[in-house]
């Protein structure tokens, strides 16, 4: 049975560009919309594609139905620009009209979204990790470095600390140093906060960077993710390792993140953390 064409709203990172990769790999149809100030255009230069301003949604719709596009994956970072500079066009508004303050957190307008192209637009969101299920990360130590016991413990610091600000729709990471926070993620994202972390640090090194999903998260949009950009970062700013949810985190460009690692002395892994399931 052919698969529908799939649309591809791409955001930063590499987690567009692997999707690409994917349909390519696959044979399957493709159309990607890809966001002023947003998406990299080196990677949409040979693809077939639309460029759109991040508040005209009406706009990406007529170009994802004349398209013949059937289902939708969100990939990639968006930074969220204010409510002036957004500019949102009649679909937007509505949106975020029929939001209202659950608009206000990355993870209820993104719910928001959703169902509004399903219900409303007739799509079919789907997940990244459905279409990449080995980027999905494992309960495993990735590569030949392991964490030792003040590592494990700022793991399970991270975790709560990370669980803590998702609850509040804030962001899915967190820095831990024997205990101490050191740094949480919020709209700038996981880079940032770790340059954040590299500005504070003088000789003093350890610490692990934690990146799990918000409780009751939608599994279809902004799983946390990882790959060979991270590891770099996480390096320069003196940190011992990466952990991230296990069945719960994307893991990009794995082996190159895994021969990265093992070549700065830094620890990767999957860990399990209790809550709902990544379906």
């Not at 990769?21 to 080196?42: H, K, L, M, N, S």
């Not at 679909?91 to 957190?105: D, M, Q, T, Y």
């Not at 993870?107 to 169902?115: H, S």
């Not at 990244?128 to 964490?147: C, F, I, R, W």
């Amino acid at each position: 049975m052919m698969q529908p064409k799939l649309g591809i709203l791409a955001g930063s990172g590499a987690l567009p560009h692997r999707l690409i990769e994917y349909c390519r790999e696959t044979g399957r149809e493709f159309f990607v919309i890809a966001f002023d100030g947003q998406t990299d255009p080196d990677m949409v230069s040979n693809v077939p594609h639309a460029w759109v301003r991040l508040g005209a949604a009406g706009t990406a719709l007529e170009h994802l139905k004349k398209e013949g596009v059937g289902e939708l994956v969100m990939a990639g970072g968006i930074r969220r620009p204010s409510l002036v500079s957004l500019r949102p066009d009649a679909w937007a508004a509505k949106l975020l009209a029929k939001a209202g303050v659950k608009a206000f957190g990355d993870d209820g307008l993104l719910r928001a979204i959703i169902r509004a192209l399903e219900e409303d637009e007739g799509f079919r969101v789907v997940a990244a990790h459905s279409l990449l299920p080995d980027n999905l990360a494992k309960e495993t130590v990735y590569g030949s470095h392991k964490p030792d016991q003040q590592d494990s413990d700022d793991i399970t610091r991270g975790i709560e600390v990370a669980r803590g600000i998702g609850a509040l729709d804030v962001g899915q990471a967190a820095v831990v140093h024997q205990g101490l926070v050191l740094a949480v993620e919020a709209i700038d994202g996981t880079d940032a906060m770790l340059s954040r972390v590299a500005g504070i640090r003088q000789e003093e090194k350890g610490g692990v960077l934690v990146k799990v999903r918000k409780p009751g998260q939608e599994n279809r949009a902004d799983l946390p993710t990882v790959g060979l950009d991270t590891v770099k970062k996480a390096f320069d700013a003196g940190l011992n390792g990466i952990a991230v949810e296990a069945g719960g985190a994307l893991i990009l460009d794995r082996e190159a993140a895994i021969a990265e690692a093992d070549t700065r002395g830094l620890f990767l892994l999957g860990v399990t953390v209790k809550g709902d399931s990544c379906g």
